[in-house]
T-cell receptor, first 112, second 111 residues
Framework: GEDVEQSLFLSVREGDSSVINCTYTDSSSTYLYWYKQEPGAGLQLLTYIFSNMDMKQDQRLTVLLNKKDKHLSLRIADTQTGDSAIYFCAEAPYSSASKIIFGSGTRLSIRP | SQTIHQWPATLVQPVGSPLSLECTVEGTSNPNLYWYRQAAGRGLQLLFYSVGIGQISSEVPQNLSASRPQDRQFILSSKKLLLSDSGFYLC??????????FGEGSWLTVV
């Protein structure tokens, strides 16, 4: 079945890079996403990557996709206090493209 | 542009009472619609999704139900709430494989 896994917590120092990792099970996934959730709010799309891409960069964000290992990562360069949030990885399995599956979320905290 | 609204934003309900959360999408037609729940300190759980009017797929058996009476309206209901139904409920939409967009969420506390 479809499953997406992430570590629950990550703590980084302000100004350092943050790397949030995710693994998924459906090798036929078409789209893979990263969402950000700030306290008490809904989810906002940060970025997404097609399954035929290896990397996507958008300002401070870099997404890496390793299809062989079914591993997705989000790197945030120069992490700021405003980056504190929960980050969700999600996949759109080809077998059911209407059904988006989310990971449990990684809570990113920033140390001064 | 497309927008999604859900209400109420917060709700405190006694155990055994009914529930109705409503979600509407504007600016698009025939969207896929979703209800997710986020329990305290936990990730997102897909509850229901719908690819068209009257078409509801349930992902998790429970005492909740969903209905889609109109193309852009999605309702989450319960006849009798349980304490374990407390959580943050998120409505979302997308078109086919495209990006999924979320509403602002509804906080439900069952007491």
């Amino acid at each position: 079945g479809e499953d997406v896994e992430q570590s629950l917590f990550l703590s980084v120092r302000e100004g350092d890079s943050s790397v949030i990792n995710c693994t998924y099970t459906d090798s036929s996934s078409t789209y893979l996403y990263w969402y950000k959730q700030e306290p008490g709010a809904g989810l906002q799309l940060l970025t997404y990557i097609f399954s035929n891409m290896d990397m996507k960069q958008d300002q401070r964000l870099t997404v890496l996709l390793n299809k062989k290992d079914k591993h997705l990562s989000l790197r945030i360069a120069d992490t700021q206090t405003g980056d504190s949030a929960i980050y969700f990885c999600a996949e759109a399995p080809y077998s059911s493209a209407s059904k988006i599956i989310f990971g449990s979320g990684t809570r990113l905290s920033i140390r001064p | 542009s497309q927008t999604i609204h859900q209400w109420p934003a917060t709700l405190v309900q006694p155990v055994g009472s009914p529930l109705s959360l409503e979600c509407t999408v504007e600016g698009t037609s025939n969207p896929n619609l979703y209800w997710y729940r986020q329990a305290a300190g936990r990730g997102l759980q897909l509850l229901f999704y719908s690819v068209g009017i009257g078409q509801i797929s349930s992902e998790v058996p429970q005492n909740l139900s969903a209905s889609r009476p109109q193309d852009r309206q999605f309702i989450l209901s319960s006849k009798k709430l349980l304490l374990s139904d407390s959580g943050f409920y998120l409505c979302a939409w997308n078109r086919g494989e495209n990006t999924i967009y979320f509403g602002e969420g509804s906080w439900l506390t069952v007491v």
